[in-house]
């Protein structure tokens, strides 16, 4: 079972606008995997929180 897809913002910019959470470190560390395959960590923006999006079927 897939982690939720997201929006969100991080800091550095993240290139690709959604993405699945792979997990959490502490409360606004995030490791993301984009659809692309490619995979990222940062900070989620302080201005924006994570957005849930309804799984696709895929």
């Given at each position: 079972?897939?982690?939720p897809?997201?929006?969100?913002?991080?800091?550095p910019p993240l290139p690709c606008?959604?993405?699945w959470v792979l997990g959490y470190s502490g409360s606004s560390h995030v490791e993301v995997l984009c659809e692309s395959g490619?995979?990222?960590?940062?900070?989620v923006g302080e201005?924006?929180?994570s957005i849930p999006l309804p799984p696709r079927d895929s």
């Open positions: 079972m897939k982690p897809l997201v929006h969100f913002c991080l800091s606008l959604r993405a490619a995979y990222y960590s940062g900070h201005g924006r929180k």
